[in-house]
Protein backbone atom coordinates (compact mmCIF):
# COMPACT_ATOMS: atom_id res chain seq x y z
CA UNK A 1 0.00 0.00 0.00
CA UNK A 2 1.27 3.34 -0.92
CA UNK A 3 2.77 5.72 1.80
CA UNK A 4 -0.24 8.25 1.45
CA UNK A 5 -2.74 5.68 1.11
CA UNK A 6 -1.82 4.42 4.83
CA UNK A 7 -0.92 7.84 6.07
CA UNK A 8 -4.49 9.21 5.86
CA UNK A 9 -5.90 6.93 8.00
CA UNK A 10 -3.08 6.77 10.39
CA UNK A 11 -5.26 8.25 13.40
CA UNK A 12 -7.99 5.41 12.80
CA UNK A 13 -5.57 2.60 12.38
CA UNK A 14 -3.16 3.95 15.41
CA UNK A 15 -5.76 4.46 17.85
CA UNK A 16 -9.26 2.31 16.72
CA UNK A 17 -11.21 5.82 15.92
CA UNK A 18 -13.90 4.97 13.70
CA UNK A 19 -17.32 6.98 13.60
CA UNK A 20 -20.46 6.64 15.67
CA UNK A 21 -24.26 7.66 14.01
CA UNK A 22 -25.98 9.81 16.65
CA UNK A 23 -29.13 9.40 15.14
CA UNK A 24 -29.32 5.75 15.64
CA UNK A 25 -26.58 4.81 18.19
CA UNK A 26 -24.52 2.54 15.81
CA UNK A 27 -20.83 2.49 15.42
CA UNK A 28 -18.72 1.71 13.30
CA UNK A 29 -15.18 0.38 12.65
CA UNK A 30 -13.55 0.15 9.93
CA UNK A 31 -15.16 3.91 9.86
CA UNK A 32 -18.06 4.49 7.67
CA UNK A 33 -19.41 8.14 6.70
CA UNK A 34 -22.88 7.29 5.95
CA UNK A 35 -25.24 5.20 8.28
CA UNK A 36 -26.47 2.62 6.04
CA UNK A 37 -29.38 2.60 8.27
CA UNK A 38 -30.24 6.07 8.54
CA UNK A 39 -28.24 7.12 5.36
CA UNK A 40 -29.08 11.19 4.89
CA UNK A 41 -30.83 11.31 8.27
CA UNK A 42 -27.88 10.35 10.03
CA UNK A 43 -25.33 12.27 12.31
CA UNK A 44 -21.41 10.95 12.30
CA UNK A 45 -19.45 12.07 14.61
CA UNK A 46 -15.83 10.14 15.18
CA UNK A 47 -15.66 7.88 17.99
CA UNK A 48 -12.66 5.97 19.95
CA UNK A 49 -13.11 2.49 20.82
CA UNK A 50 -12.07 0.84 23.85
CA UNK A 51 -10.36 -1.98 21.95
CA UNK A 52 -11.79 -5.06 23.45
CA UNK A 53 -13.78 -7.71 22.32
CA UNK A 54 -13.97 -11.45 21.34
CA UNK A 55 -12.74 -13.66 18.91
CA UNK A 56 -15.96 -14.53 16.62
CA UNK A 57 -14.40 -16.82 14.01
CA UNK A 58 -10.88 -17.24 12.97
CA UNK A 59 -8.01 -19.02 10.60
CA UNK A 60 -4.47 -19.61 10.66
CA UNK A 61 -3.28 -18.29 7.29
CA UNK A 62 0.01 -20.83 5.98
CA UNK A 63 -0.08 -19.93 2.68
CA UNK A 64 0.44 -16.05 2.74
CA UNK A 65 0.76 -13.48 -0.04
CA UNK A 66 3.72 -11.22 -0.53
CA UNK A 67 4.71 -9.56 1.73
CA UNK A 68 2.93 -11.18 4.63
CA UNK A 69 4.67 -14.79 3.77
CA UNK A 70 7.57 -14.22 6.58
CA UNK A 71 4.92 -14.26 9.41
CA UNK A 72 3.51 -17.22 8.26
CA UNK A 73 1.73 -19.19 10.10
CA UNK A 74 0.11 -16.55 11.95
CA UNK A 75 -3.56 -16.02 13.50
CA UNK A 76 -6.36 -13.50 11.46
CA UNK A 77 -9.81 -13.09 13.14
CA UNK A 78 -12.74 -11.41 12.97
CA UNK A 79 -13.56 -9.81 15.84
CA UNK A 80 -16.14 -7.71 17.50
CA UNK A 81 -15.47 -4.71 19.78
CA UNK A 82 -17.35 -4.46 22.93
CA UNK A 83 -19.31 -1.30 21.30
CA UNK A 84 -20.94 -4.02 19.03
CA UNK A 85 -18.88 -3.52 15.86
CA UNK A 86 -16.82 -6.13 13.65
CA UNK A 87 -13.24 -5.97 12.57
CA UNK A 88 -10.71 -8.09 10.77
CA UNK A 89 -7.28 -8.21 12.32
CA UNK A 90 -4.42 -10.80 13.40
CA UNK A 91 -4.07 -11.75 16.89
CA UNK A 92 -0.39 -12.44 18.10
CA UNK A 93 -0.53 -15.48 20.25
CA UNK A 94 -0.06 -19.05 20.07
CA UNK A 95 -1.48 -21.06 16.95
CA UNK A 96 -2.98 -23.39 19.50
CA UNK A 97 -4.50 -20.97 22.23
CA UNK A 98 -6.98 -19.67 19.30
CA UNK A 99 -10.76 -20.07 20.39
CA UNK A 100 -14.03 -18.59 19.16
CA UNK A 101 -15.25 -16.61 21.90
CA UNK A 102 -11.91 -15.98 23.23
CA UNK A 103 -11.83 -12.30 24.55
CA UNK A 104 -8.99 -9.59 23.11
CA UNK A 105 -7.76 -6.47 23.44
CA UNK A 106 -6.21 -3.99 21.48
CA UNK A 107 -2.41 -3.54 21.09
CA UNK A 108 0.00 -1.32 18.71
CA UNK A 109 2.21 -3.53 16.50
CA UNK A 110 4.12 -4.09 13.12
CA UNK A 111 1.54 -5.06 11.01
CA UNK A 112 3.85 -5.66 7.60
CA UNK A 113 7.33 -3.98 5.80
CA UNK A 114 7.74 -3.29 1.93
CA UNK A 115 10.51 -5.31 1.94
CA UNK A 116 14.22 -4.48 4.17
CA UNK A 117 14.25 -1.10 3.22
CA UNK A 118 10.53 0.15 2.34
CA UNK A 119 8.05 1.49 4.86
CA UNK A 120 6.76 -0.11 8.26
CA UNK A 121 3.34 0.00 8.22
CA UNK A 122 1.78 -0.15 11.91
CA UNK A 123 -1.49 -0.59 13.02
CA UNK A 124 -3.81 -2.38 15.23
CA UNK A 125 -3.36 -6.22 16.29
CA UNK A 126 -5.45 -7.57 18.98
CA UNK A 127 -4.25 -10.36 22.31
CA UNK A 128 -5.94 -12.37 24.41
CA UNK A 129 -7.08 -10.78 27.78
CA UNK A 130 -4.90 -12.76 30.40
CA UNK B 1 -39.06 -7.06 -21.66
CA UNK B 2 -38.40 -9.35 -24.40
CA UNK B 3 -37.98 -13.15 -23.51
CA UNK B 4 -34.65 -14.22 -24.06
CA UNK B 5 -32.76 -17.35 -25.16
CA UNK B 6 -29.20 -18.65 -25.41
CA UNK B 7 -28.38 -20.41 -28.88
CA UNK B 8 -25.31 -20.84 -28.94
CA UNK B 9 -22.33 -21.86 -26.11
CA UNK B 10 -18.65 -22.55 -26.22
CA UNK B 11 -15.62 -23.16 -23.85
CA UNK B 12 -11.96 -23.63 -24.30
CA UNK B 13 -10.44 -26.42 -21.71
CA UNK B 14 -9.92 -25.23 -18.38
CA UNK B 15 -6.02 -25.51 -17.15
CA UNK B 16 -2.82 -24.50 -16.78
CA UNK B 17 -2.73 -22.89 -20.78
CA UNK B 18 0.94 -21.93 -20.79
CA UNK B 19 0.80 -22.09 -24.87
CA UNK B 20 -2.60 -20.40 -25.03
CA UNK B 21 -2.74 -16.07 -24.78
CA UNK B 22 -5.26 -14.36 -23.31
CA UNK B 23 -7.04 -12.80 -26.64
CA UNK B 24 -6.49 -16.10 -28.22
CA UNK B 25 -8.35 -18.22 -25.15
CA UNK B 26 -11.40 -15.50 -25.56
CA UNK B 27 -11.49 -16.01 -29.47
CA UNK B 28 -11.49 -19.08 -29.16
CA UNK B 29 -14.47 -19.74 -27.07
CA UNK B 30 -16.06 -17.02 -29.35
CA UNK B 31 -15.83 -19.02 -32.34
CA UNK B 32 -17.18 -21.64 -30.62
CA UNK B 33 -20.21 -20.18 -29.53
CA UNK B 34 -21.09 -18.54 -32.68
CA UNK B 35 -20.69 -21.78 -35.00
CA UNK B 36 -22.75 -23.73 -32.03
CA UNK B 37 -25.52 -20.90 -32.62
CA UNK B 38 -24.98 -20.66 -35.88
CA UNK B 39 -24.13 -17.32 -36.49
CA UNK B 40 -22.28 -15.30 -38.22
CA UNK B 41 -19.84 -12.87 -36.51
CA UNK B 42 -21.47 -9.71 -38.39
CA UNK B 43 -24.65 -10.52 -36.90
CA UNK B 44 -23.22 -9.79 -33.63
CA UNK B 45 -24.75 -6.10 -32.56
CA UNK B 46 -23.32 -6.17 -28.98
CA UNK B 47 -20.62 -7.65 -26.97
CA UNK B 48 -20.04 -8.08 -23.00
CA UNK B 49 -16.54 -9.49 -21.60
CA UNK B 50 -16.57 -10.45 -17.65
CA UNK B 51 -12.88 -10.43 -16.42
CA UNK B 52 -12.01 -9.22 -13.22
CA UNK B 53 -8.10 -9.00 -13.23
CA UNK B 54 -6.07 -8.45 -16.65
CA UNK B 55 -4.55 -5.19 -15.32
CA UNK B 56 -3.29 -7.54 -12.96
CA UNK B 57 -2.58 -11.04 -14.48
CA UNK B 58 -1.72 -10.15 -17.96
CA UNK B 59 -1.18 -6.24 -17.55
CA UNK B 60 -4.06 -5.14 -19.40
CA UNK B 61 -6.71 -3.35 -19.31
CA UNK B 62 -9.38 -2.12 -22.05
CA UNK B 63 -10.44 -5.79 -22.87
CA UNK B 64 -13.61 -4.83 -23.93
CA UNK B 65 -11.71 -3.28 -27.13
CA UNK B 66 -8.99 -5.65 -27.50
CA UNK B 67 -11.35 -8.73 -27.61
CA UNK B 68 -13.83 -6.92 -29.83
CA UNK B 69 -10.91 -6.19 -31.73
CA UNK B 70 -9.56 -9.84 -31.73
CA UNK B 71 -12.20 -11.35 -32.93
CA UNK B 72 -12.46 -8.71 -35.81
CA UNK B 73 -15.65 -6.77 -34.82
CA UNK B 74 -13.45 -3.53 -33.77
CA UNK B 75 -12.30 -2.35 -36.57
CA UNK B 76 -14.93 -3.54 -39.26
CA UNK B 77 -18.58 -2.71 -37.04
CA UNK B 78 -17.36 -0.89 -34.52
CA UNK B 79 -19.72 -2.87 -32.11
CA UNK B 80 -20.37 -1.64 -28.62
CA UNK B 81 -18.13 -3.64 -26.24
CA UNK B 82 -18.33 -3.77 -22.57
CA UNK B 83 -15.91 -4.93 -19.74
CA UNK B 84 -17.96 -6.18 -16.58
CA UNK B 85 -15.57 -6.67 -13.35
CA UNK B 86 -17.20 -8.36 -10.10
CA UNK B 87 -13.89 -10.27 -8.96
CA UNK B 88 -14.97 -14.12 -9.29
CA UNK B 89 -18.78 -13.07 -10.50
CA UNK B 90 -17.32 -10.34 -13.49
CA UNK B 91 -18.66 -13.43 -15.59
CA UNK B 92 -22.26 -13.31 -14.41
CA UNK B 93 -22.21 -9.73 -14.75
CA UNK B 94 -21.56 -10.03 -18.74
CA UNK B 95 -24.24 -12.57 -18.50
CA UNK B 96 -27.11 -10.19 -17.14
CA UNK B 97 -25.92 -7.32 -18.70
CA UNK B 98 -26.11 -9.24 -22.17
CA UNK B 99 -29.76 -10.33 -21.00
CA UNK B 100 -31.02 -7.26 -20.36
CA UNK B 101 -29.83 -5.78 -23.39
CA UNK B 102 -31.76 -7.90 -25.56
CA UNK B 103 -34.66 -8.15 -23.17
CA UNK B 104 -34.90 -4.17 -23.66
CA UNK B 105 -34.77 -4.35 -27.13
CA UNK B 106 -31.40 -2.52 -26.95
CA UNK B 107 -29.70 -5.43 -29.23
CA UNK B 108 -30.73 -8.09 -30.87
CA UNK B 109 -28.07 -11.06 -31.08
CA UNK B 110 -25.23 -10.01 -28.15
CA UNK B 111 -22.41 -12.31 -27.35
CA UNK B 112 -21.43 -12.93 -23.73
CA UNK B 113 -17.99 -13.77 -22.64
CA UNK B 114 -15.71 -14.46 -19.72
CA UNK B 115 -11.95 -14.98 -19.92
CA UNK B 116 -9.25 -15.03 -17.41
CA UNK B 117 -5.04 -15.97 -17.71
CA UNK B 118 -4.12 -16.70 -14.27
CA UNK B 119 -0.69 -18.12 -14.98
CA UNK B 120 1.66 -15.96 -16.37
CA UNK B 121 2.22 -14.85 -13.43
CA UNK B 122 3.76 -16.03 -9.93
CA UNK B 123 1.23 -17.63 -7.16
CA UNK B 124 2.27 -14.48 -4.89
CA UNK B 125 0.92 -12.24 -7.21
CA UNK B 126 -2.01 -14.40 -8.05
CA UNK B 127 -2.84 -14.84 -4.45
CA UNK B 128 -2.54 -10.80 -3.98
CA UNK B 129 -4.72 -10.33 -6.87
CA UNK B 130 -7.53 -11.97 -5.92
CA UNK B 131 -7.56 -10.51 -2.33
CA UNK B 132 -8.20 -7.54 -4.51
CA UNK B 133 -11.73 -8.71 -4.19
CA UNK B 134 -12.12 -8.13 -0.86
CA UNK B 135 -11.78 -4.99 1.02
CA UNK B 136 -7.92 -4.12 0.92
CA UNK B 137 -7.84 -1.34 3.42
CA UNK B 138 -9.38 -3.22 6.45
CA UNK B 139 -8.86 -6.74 5.64
CA UNK B 140 -6.34 -7.29 2.99
CA UNK B 141 -3.77 -4.83 4.98
CA UNK B 142 -3.60 -7.29 8.05
CA UNK B 143 -2.49 -10.30 5.13
CA UNK B 144 -6.22 -11.46 4.60
CA UNK B 145 -6.13 -14.10 1.81
CA UNK B 146 -9.33 -15.45 0.16
CA UNK B 147 -8.63 -19.09 1.56
CA UNK B 148 -8.68 -17.46 5.13
CA UNK B 149 -11.63 -15.48 4.14
CA UNK B 150 -13.75 -19.09 3.64
CA UNK B 151 -12.01 -20.61 6.40
CA UNK B 152 -13.30 -17.76 8.74
CA UNK B 153 -16.68 -18.83 7.46
CA UNK B 154 -16.30 -22.73 7.50
CA UNK B 155 -14.64 -21.98 11.14
CA UNK B 156 -17.89 -20.33 12.42
CA UNK B 157 -19.94 -22.63 10.31
CA UNK B 158 -18.41 -25.77 11.78
CA UNK B 159 -18.91 -24.24 14.96
CA UNK B 160 -22.63 -23.34 15.44
CA UNK B 161 -23.52 -26.20 12.63
CA UNK B 162 -21.44 -29.19 13.56
CA UNK B 163 -20.68 -30.19 10.23
CA UNK B 164 -17.74 -32.64 10.12
CA UNK B 165 -14.33 -32.34 8.28
CA UNK B 166 -15.72 -35.04 6.07
CA UNK B 167 -19.19 -33.72 5.50
CA UNK B 168 -16.78 -30.99 3.28
CA UNK B 169 -14.21 -33.01 2.11
CA UNK B 170 -17.49 -34.63 0.35
CA UNK B 171 -18.37 -31.76 -1.73
CA UNK B 172 -14.15 -32.08 -3.31
CA UNK B 173 -14.88 -35.83 -3.56
CA UNK B 174 -18.69 -35.31 -5.64
CA UNK B 175 -17.02 -32.49 -7.48
CA UNK B 176 -13.89 -34.55 -8.73
CA UNK B 177 -15.88 -37.02 -9.87
CA UNK B 178 -18.12 -34.77 -11.82
CA UNK B 179 -15.26 -33.30 -13.20
CA UNK B 180 -13.27 -36.74 -14.00
CA UNK B 181 -16.60 -36.88 -16.64
CA UNK B 182 -16.47 -33.18 -18.34
CA UNK B 183 -13.54 -33.19 -21.36
CA UNK B 184 -12.50 -29.67 -20.56
CA UNK B 185 -11.92 -29.87 -17.06
CA UNK B 186 -9.02 -29.09 -15.19
CA UNK B 187 -8.95 -31.79 -13.26
CA UNK B 188 -10.41 -35.27 -14.94
CA UNK B 189 -9.34 -37.27 -11.32
CA UNK B 190 -11.49 -38.74 -8.83
CA UNK B 191 -10.27 -38.37 -5.22
CA UNK B 192 -11.44 -39.72 -1.92
CA UNK B 193 -11.76 -38.28 1.50
CA UNK B 194 -8.55 -38.77 2.27
CA UNK B 195 -7.13 -37.17 -0.53
CA UNK B 196 -8.61 -34.10 1.10
CA UNK B 197 -7.86 -34.67 4.49
CA UNK B 198 -3.81 -35.53 3.96
CA UNK B 199 -3.54 -32.49 1.80
CA UNK B 200 -1.61 -29.28 2.57
CA UNK B 201 -3.36 -27.22 5.34
CA UNK B 202 -3.42 -23.53 3.22
CA UNK B 203 -5.64 -21.69 5.74
CA UNK B 204 -6.93 -23.86 8.89
CA UNK B 205 -9.69 -25.79 8.79
CA UNK B 206 -9.09 -25.22 4.55
CA UNK B 207 -6.93 -27.88 3.34
CA UNK B 208 -5.66 -27.42 -0.38
CA UNK B 209 -7.57 -29.58 -2.04
CA UNK B 210 -11.04 -27.30 -0.56
CA UNK B 211 -9.21 -24.61 -2.85
CA UNK B 212 -10.55 -24.58 -6.24
CA UNK B 213 -7.33 -24.05 -8.15
CA UNK B 214 -5.53 -21.13 -10.27
CA UNK B 215 -6.66 -21.67 -13.89
CA UNK B 216 -7.02 -20.20 -17.63
CA UNK B 217 -9.79 -20.20 -19.85
CA UNK B 218 -12.24 -18.33 -21.31
CA UNK B 219 -16.45 -19.30 -22.27
CA UNK B 220 -18.71 -17.60 -24.43
CA UNK B 221 -22.79 -17.71 -24.85
CA UNK B 222 -25.24 -15.95 -27.64
CA UNK B 223 -28.09 -14.63 -26.59
CA UNK B 224 -30.60 -13.49 -29.04
CA UNK B 225 -35.17 -12.56 -28.18
CA UNK B 226 -36.70 -16.31 -27.66
CA UNK B 227 -38.98 -15.31 -30.54
CA UNK B 228 -36.16 -15.63 -33.45
CA UNK B 229 -34.25 -18.27 -31.49
CA UNK B 230 -35.51 -21.27 -33.92
CA UNK B 231 -34.07 -19.08 -37.07
CA UNK B 232 -30.42 -20.46 -35.39
CA UNK B 233 -31.31 -23.73 -33.00
CA UNK B 234 -33.54 -26.44 -32.90
CA UNK B 235 -32.49 -26.58 -29.36
CA UNK B 236 -32.82 -22.79 -27.78
CA UNK B 237 -32.67 -22.19 -23.76
CA UNK B 238 -34.73 -19.44 -22.19
CA UNK B 239 -33.83 -17.32 -19.75
CA UNK B 240 -36.10 -16.94 -16.83
CA UNK B 241 -34.51 -14.77 -14.92
CA UNK B 242 -31.17 -13.28 -14.50
CA UNK B 243 -30.99 -11.54 -10.93
CA UNK B 244 -28.34 -9.99 -9.06
CA UNK B 245 -27.55 -8.72 -5.45
CA UNK B 246 -24.89 -7.38 -3.53
CA UNK B 247 -23.77 -7.08 -0.14
CA UNK B 248 -20.77 -5.65 2.15
CA UNK B 249 -17.25 -5.89 0.86
CA UNK B 250 -15.70 -6.97 4.06
CA UNK B 251 -16.76 -10.36 5.52
CA UNK B 252 -16.41 -8.69 9.31
CA UNK B 253 -19.51 -6.96 8.33
CA UNK B 254 -22.31 -8.94 7.44
CA UNK B 255 -25.03 -10.14 9.10
CA UNK B 256 -24.31 -13.71 9.72
CA UNK B 257 -20.76 -14.65 8.59
CA UNK B 258 -22.11 -18.13 7.43
CA UNK B 259 -24.97 -16.77 5.38
CA UNK B 260 -24.37 -14.84 1.99
CA UNK B 261 -27.01 -13.02 2.04
CA UNK B 262 -26.44 -11.36 -1.47
CA UNK B 263 -27.51 -15.11 -2.20
CA UNK B 264 -30.42 -14.99 -0.25
CA UNK B 265 -31.38 -11.70 -1.76
CA UNK B 266 -30.92 -13.15 -5.52
CA UNK B 267 -32.37 -16.40 -5.16
CA UNK B 268 -35.19 -15.06 -3.54
CA UNK B 269 -35.88 -12.41 -6.49
CA UNK B 270 -35.27 -15.21 -9.14
CA UNK B 271 -37.92 -17.92 -7.54
CA UNK B 272 -40.38 -14.98 -7.36
CA UNK B 273 -39.60 -13.60 -11.18
CA UNK B 274 -39.74 -17.37 -12.33
CA UNK B 275 -42.68 -17.92 -10.77
CA UNK B 276 -41.02 -21.50 -9.62
CA UNK B 277 -40.47 -23.22 -6.76
CA UNK B 278 -36.97 -24.44 -5.09
CA UNK B 279 -38.58 -28.20 -6.12
CA UNK B 280 -38.47 -27.34 -9.88
CA UNK B 281 -34.62 -26.99 -10.22
CA UNK B 282 -33.14 -30.18 -11.76
CA UNK B 283 -29.58 -29.21 -11.27
CA UNK B 284 -27.44 -26.21 -10.11
CA UNK B 285 -23.93 -24.92 -11.14
CA UNK B 286 -23.54 -23.00 -7.27
CA UNK B 287 -20.13 -21.09 -6.37
CA UNK B 288 -17.90 -23.29 -4.74
CA UNK B 289 -14.89 -21.61 -4.61
CA UNK B 290 -14.17 -23.66 -1.44
CA UNK B 291 -16.06 -26.53 -0.24
CA UNK B 292 -17.68 -24.36 2.59
CA UNK B 293 -18.70 -21.83 -0.23
CA UNK B 294 -20.83 -24.74 -2.10
CA UNK B 295 -22.83 -25.69 1.27
CA UNK B 296 -23.66 -21.84 2.33
CA UNK B 297 -25.04 -21.67 -1.42
CA UNK B 298 -27.23 -24.81 -1.35
CA UNK B 299 -28.98 -23.29 2.50
CA UNK B 300 -29.03 -20.04 0.73
CA UNK B 301 -30.60 -20.87 -2.37
CA UNK B 302 -32.97 -22.37 -0.46
CA UNK B 303 -32.35 -25.64 -1.32
CA UNK B 304 -32.33 -27.19 2.21
CA UNK B 305 -32.92 -25.72 5.81
CA UNK B 306 -29.09 -23.96 7.11
CA UNK B 307 -26.96 -26.82 8.08
CA UNK B 308 -28.07 -29.64 6.49
CA UNK B 309 -26.10 -29.05 3.43
CA UNK B 310 -23.62 -31.31 4.53
CA UNK B 311 -25.64 -34.18 5.50
CA UNK B 312 -27.17 -33.53 1.96
CA UNK B 313 -23.95 -33.59 0.44
CA UNK B 314 -22.87 -36.99 2.57
CA UNK B 315 -26.16 -38.89 1.67
CA UNK B 316 -25.54 -38.49 -2.32
CA UNK B 317 -28.46 -36.23 -2.42
CA UNK B 318 -26.10 -33.71 -4.49
CA UNK B 319 -24.39 -36.26 -6.33
CA UNK B 320 -25.44 -36.71 -10.27
CA UNK B 321 -28.11 -39.51 -9.72
CA UNK B 322 -29.27 -37.42 -6.40
CA UNK B 323 -32.66 -35.43 -5.57
CA UNK B 324 -30.40 -32.13 -6.50
CA UNK B 325 -27.53 -32.51 -8.41
CA UNK B 326 -24.93 -29.72 -7.49
CA UNK B 327 -22.08 -28.61 -9.77
CA UNK B 328 -22.53 -31.73 -12.20
CA UNK B 329 -19.67 -30.03 -14.40
CA UNK B 330 -17.31 -30.72 -11.39
CA UNK B 331 -17.75 -26.88 -10.01
CA UNK B 332 -14.90 -24.38 -9.88
CA UNK B 333 -13.04 -27.41 -7.64
CA UNK B 334 -12.56 -29.70 -10.44
CA UNK B 335 -13.36 -28.13 -13.66
CA UNK B 336 -11.31 -25.12 -12.81
CA UNK B 337 -11.58 -21.55 -11.63
CA UNK B 338 -10.64 -19.04 -14.65
CA UNK B 339 -12.20 -16.20 -12.36
CA UNK B 340 -13.84 -14.06 -14.85
CA UNK B 341 -14.82 -17.08 -17.33
CA UNK B 342 -16.19 -19.36 -14.22
CA UNK B 343 -19.93 -17.22 -14.33
CA UNK B 344 -20.74 -17.42 -18.28
CA UNK B 345 -19.29 -21.67 -17.92
CA UNK B 346 -21.92 -22.04 -15.69
CA UNK B 347 -24.54 -21.34 -18.05
CA UNK B 348 -23.23 -23.57 -20.69
CA UNK B 349 -22.84 -25.86 -18.50
CA UNK B 350 -26.66 -25.97 -17.66
CA UNK B 351 -27.20 -25.47 -21.47
CA UNK B 352 -25.39 -28.43 -22.44
CA UNK B 353 -27.55 -30.11 -19.83
CA UNK B 354 -30.45 -29.06 -20.48
CA UNK B 355 -30.09 -29.82 -24.41
CA UNK B 356 -29.04 -33.42 -23.27
CA UNK B 357 -25.39 -33.06 -24.35
CA UNK B 358 -23.45 -33.81 -21.67
CA UNK B 359 -22.36 -37.41 -21.97
CA UNK B 360 -20.73 -38.92 -19.14
CA UNK B 361 -22.27 -36.03 -16.68
CA UNK B 362 -26.31 -35.92 -17.69
CA UNK B 363 -28.70 -34.97 -15.59
CA UNK B 364 -31.12 -37.08 -16.90
CA UNK B 365 -34.39 -35.53 -17.96
CA UNK B 366 -33.00 -32.06 -17.13
CA UNK B 367 -35.64 -29.31 -18.28
CA UNK B 368 -34.75 -26.11 -15.63
CA UNK B 369 -31.74 -25.63 -14.27
CA UNK B 370 -30.05 -22.59 -12.18
CA UNK B 371 -26.77 -21.02 -11.84
CA UNK B 372 -25.16 -18.93 -8.98
CA UNK B 373 -21.86 -16.92 -9.05
CA UNK B 374 -19.93 -15.22 -6.12
CA UNK B 375 -17.84 -12.27 -6.53
CA UNK B 376 -15.17 -11.88 -3.24
CA UNK B 377 -16.73 -13.33 -0.06
CA UNK B 378 -20.12 -12.93 -1.13
CA UNK B 379 -20.36 -9.06 -2.16
CA UNK B 380 -21.70 -9.84 -5.38
CA UNK B 381 -24.25 -12.75 -6.36
CA UNK B 382 -25.55 -13.17 -9.71
CA UNK B 383 -28.14 -16.09 -10.27
CA UNK B 384 -30.19 -17.53 -13.51
CA UNK B 385 -32.52 -19.72 -14.13
CA UNK B 386 -32.61 -21.47 -17.95
CA UNK B 387 -35.24 -23.85 -19.03
CA UNK B 388 -34.89 -25.86 -22.32
CA UNK B 389 -37.40 -25.31 -24.83
CA UNK B 390 -39.57 -27.79 -26.08
Known sequence: ?130 | MREVAVIGVGLTTFGEKWDTSFRQMCVEAGVKALEDANVDGNQIDEMFVGNMSGGRFVLQEHISALIADAVGLASTRHIPSTRTEAACASGGLAFRQAYTSVASGMSDIVIAAGVEKMTDVDGGVTTDALAGAADREWEGIYGVTFPSLYAMIARDYMHRYGLTREQLAQVAVKNHYNGARNPIAQFRKEITIDTVLKSTLVADPIRLMDCSPVTDGAAAVILCPLERAKEFTDSPVQILTSTQATDTIALHDRRDISTLDATVAAGNRAFKMAKLERKDIDLVEVHDCFTIAELCAIEDLGFCEKGKAGIMTEEGETALGGRLPVNPSGGLKACGHPVGATGIKQVCEVVEQLRGEAAGRQVDGAEIGMTHNVGGSGATVVTNILRRVN
Open chain 1, 1 to 130: MSVPRFWRKQPQRYNIIGTKCETCGSHFYPPRTICPQCRRDGKIVDHKFRGTGKVVTFSIIRTASEPYDYEAPFPIAIIELDEGTRMTAPVVCDLDEMEIGMPVQATFRKIVADGDSGMIVYGTKFVPVK
